[in-house]
């Protein structure tokens, strides 16, 4: 079972953002800015592209309602997407509010947060999602 599996069935506590029967999203505990968001397929699978293709659709269309509440959430140009996959072995997707393409640099130091600053994220996001 992958941390993002824990996650999801509750074992391990989260700050979730959206959730239904394929899918679930959750900020990251170690943001690059505030407002960072995972969307992983509830099936537990490593690589996105080994997702099957009925799945690949329905996860940008989960994510869209969440992208659009990070943007009006965060100081920012838009919500930024992208796919590394290397940490944890469960295909998800970030969605990241960024105002250049540096912001997606996932080589940069990450953000100390606390929980109540991931609360207040979280709290953020939820009041512009629908």
Same mark, same amino acid.
């Given at each position: ?16 953002? #959206? ?10 505990? #170690? ?26 659709? %329905? ?7 969440? #992208? ?7 100081? /920012?140009? %838009? /919500? ?26 996932? *080589? ?5 947060? *606390? ?16």
């Amino acid at each position: 079972m992958t941390i993002f599996s824990k996650i999801i069935a509750g074992q391990i506590p989260s700050y979730k953002i #959206a959730e239904d029967e394929q899918f679930f999203a959750f900020l990251d505990i #170690a943001p690059l800015v505030p407002g960072h968001v995972l969307v992983v397929p509830k099936i537990e699978v490593d690589k996105i592209f080994d997702v099957p293709d009925d799945y690949l659709g %329905r996860l940008l269309v989960f994510a869209k309602p969440i #992208a659009h509440a990070i943007e009006k959430a965060f100081d /920012c140009n %838009r /919500c930024g997407i992208s796919v590394v996959g290397l940490e944890v072995p469960h295909a998800h997707v970030h969605l990241i509010p960024i105002n250049s393409a540096n912001d997606l640099n996932f *080589t940069k130091h990450k953000q100390a947060v *606390t929980a109540d600053d991931l609360k207040a994220a979280q709290q953020k996001i939820l009041q512009y999602l629908s």
